[in-house]
Nanobody, 120 residues
Framework: QVQVVESGGGLVQPGGSLTLSCVAS????????MSWFRQAPGEQREVVAS???????NYADFVKGRFTISRDNSKKTIVLQMNSLKLEDTAVYYC??????????????WGQGTQVTVSS
């Protein structure tokens, strides 16, 4: 079993900053990509940023230059630093972890999500 827990959401004014954290735990042999997704009310879940085990990061166009994803492999943790937040960044943010609990299988594990609300 792999548990994924997000933290750090909250209420912030436009232009403000928030930091989200995600930690994976459990019987994990290895972790490949770790990602942040978000889902606004009535919208589909979309990828925000992802980072490989080697530290290669990719960002959705709508967050480039504003958000930064980082990773600590020893702690099985990723952090999403969100700056210059906009009203349209309001969503539930989810962490997804590609993890292996055996040598023959890799699965996606999701956290419960953390609410980010950008409002004046």
């Amino acid at each position: 079993q792999v548990q994924v827990v997000e933290s750090g959401g909250g209420l912030v004014q436009p232009g403000g900053s928030l930091t989200l954290s995600c930690v994976a735990s459990g019987r994990v042999l290895s972790i490949a990509d770790m990602s942040w997704f978000r889902q606004a009310p009535g919208e589909q879940r979309e990828v925000v940023a992802s980072i490989s085990r080697e530290g290669r990061a990719n960002y959705a166009d709508f967050v480039k230059g504003r958000f930064t994803i980082s990773r600590d492999n020893s702690k099985k943790t990723i952090v999403l630093q969100m700056n210059s937040l906009k009203l349209e960044d309001t969503a539930v943010y989810y962490c997804k972890v590609q993890a292996s609990i055996s040598f023959f299988r890799t699965d996606d594990y999701w956290g419960q999500g953390t609410q980010v609300t950008v409002s004046s």
